[in-house]
């Protein structure tokens, strides 16, 4: 019996010929991620067992990108951490706000992250990384802080699940975001509860990698273990060009097993909206036009790269965001906002009434910079849609594309893009 993608770096990490689901191993990292909000309770955990040093300074990671710019007295404490610790260790990949991103966005766009790569992140969306070829998923922080002990750590071989997208043909304004969540819509919250996704077919591999990473980003909203995607010539023309070490790829095996196999047809995904309070409950963005907005968010380790950036400032050039709308746009990572200034997006915002800012998870977790009050409404590009994720538990959060978050703020209302954009 052959293997997934998945068991196979698995397998490799372990230092065996094969595993098979439900197995337990113990298997070497390449790297270990924490941010502002994980890291600090890591470090707290490392320093009682003892140790006085991480295991490679080179593979530990962290990233002060919840609550940064620092919101409060408690956050900066926080960050302070998360600081004090990258110099004592000596710490590579440590970012400082100014020249720090969010996490998922930050890591692929530096290099950090490989094809083969096993990781694991202090973070739920860590699964992320999956959209390069890496086994990558989220841990608590006590895990965190023995894989930074030890460089291992033990996982039970997930089981696969196959996501076969046929076909290149897409509705107009449908990106990765859409794809994923009708995914999560049609096999829910925990229909995917520690299994690996593997997404595949023509579908996938006409899209972009933007794309790619906002879908392995969200397989965590399907309870998924990891989201994953096997390299082609896209990915490793991406990589290629920020691979600062050696990588190995990985592919399925023709006779691996999955536990299921899902065949869709790309051409049938309409843009789609996460209605609340769960990424599961998706509409067609038709049925829910005409929903009144308090606030658009752009952003987030799911939808804050370049081609959202373009998404939304195609749609606000020469427009103006609703009176009654406040629309919050964060870039990715500084060079992603320093390439939306080069061409001129960020100008487009600004002039249409948006409020554009550092990178921050912010508004995505309710932390800063976009707070909801009570009985507001808001869509946004962001993964998450719970009672009180982006604010008062009396608030409500609808989950979207770039494009659709974007016209839906010069409309003051949910809407179908071809509203605004065809008709001027």
């Known amino acids: 019996m052959g293997m997934t993608i998945s068991e196979k770096i698995l397998a490799s990490h372990a230092g065996v010929k094969q595993v098979a689901p439900g197995e337990i191993i113990n298997a070497k990292l390449d790297l270990v991620l924490g941010n502002d909000v994980t890291g600090p309770v890591a470090i707290q955990e490392f320093a009682k067992l003892g140790i006085e040093r991480v295991f490679d300074p080179e593979k530990v990671v962290l990233v002060p990108d919840h609550f940064t710019p620092n919101k409060d007295i408690a956050s900066a404490e926080l960050c302070k951490t998360l600081r004090d610790f990258a110099r004592a260790q000596g710490i590579t990949h440590y970012w400082e706000t100014g020249r720090v991103g969010i996490e ?23 699964c992320t990384y999956g959209a390069l070829g890496a086994f990558a ?4 922080s ?3 802080a023995a894989g930074m ?9 997930p089981e696969s699940l196959k996501f076969v997208f046929h076909g290149t043909e897409r509705q107009p304004w449908v990106s990765g975001k859409d794809f994923i969540l009708h995914l ?43 989201g994953i995607i096997e390299p082609d010539e896209t990915t490793l023309r991406y990589v290629r060009q920020r691979a600062k070490r050696d990588y190995k790829v990985y592919r399925s095996d023709p006779d691996a097993h999955y536990l299921e196999v899902f065949d869709i047809m790309t051409k049938d995904i309409p843009p789609l909206v996460a209605c609340p309070s769960s990424p599961a409950n998706v509409k067609p963005v038709t049925e829910v036009a005409g929903i009144k907005l308090d606030q658009v968010v752009i ?43 080069r061409r001129g997006w960020i100008e487009d915002m ?31 590009t962001t993964n998450r ?25 010069v409309k003051g209302e949910i809407t179908y893009p071809q509203e605004v954009v065809n008709n001027g």
């Open 137 to 140: 998923t989220g841990v608590g």
């Open 385 to 409: 849609n719970f009672v009180g994720r982006m604010g008062h538990p009396e608030s409500e959060v609808y989950l979207c594309n770039a494009a659709v978050a974007a016209v839906s703020a």
């Open 149 to 157: 002990a030890t460089g291992e750590a033990w996982f039970r071989t």
């Open 350 to 380: 600004i002039l249409a009434g948006a409020a554009v800012s550092t990178p921050t998870c912010g508004p995505c977790i309710g932390g800063h910079m976009g707070i909801l009050a009570k009985g507001e409404r808001a869509l946004s």
């Open 184 to 226: 999560i819509g049609l096999i829910g919250v925990d229909g995917a509860r520690y299994q690996a996704m593997e997404f595949t077919g023509e579908g996938i591999e006409a899209l972009s990698m933007d794309g790619r990473l906002t879908m392995c980003n969200m397989a965590v909203e399907a309870g998924a273990k990891a």
């Open 104 to 126: 998922h966005c930050l890591l692929p766009e530096q290099g950090v992250v490989l094809p083969g790569d096993l990781m694991i992140g202090a973070d739920s969306h860590t």
């Open 142 to 144: 006590t895990d965190m």
């Open 299 to 341: 952003g987030s380790c799911t939808n804050g790269r370049l081609e959202d950036m373009e998404a939304a400032a195609a749609v606000l050039r020469g427009r103006k965001v609703h009176s009654c709308v406040r629309c919050v746009i964060l870039p990715g990572t500084q060079e992603i906002y320093l390439e939306s200034l």
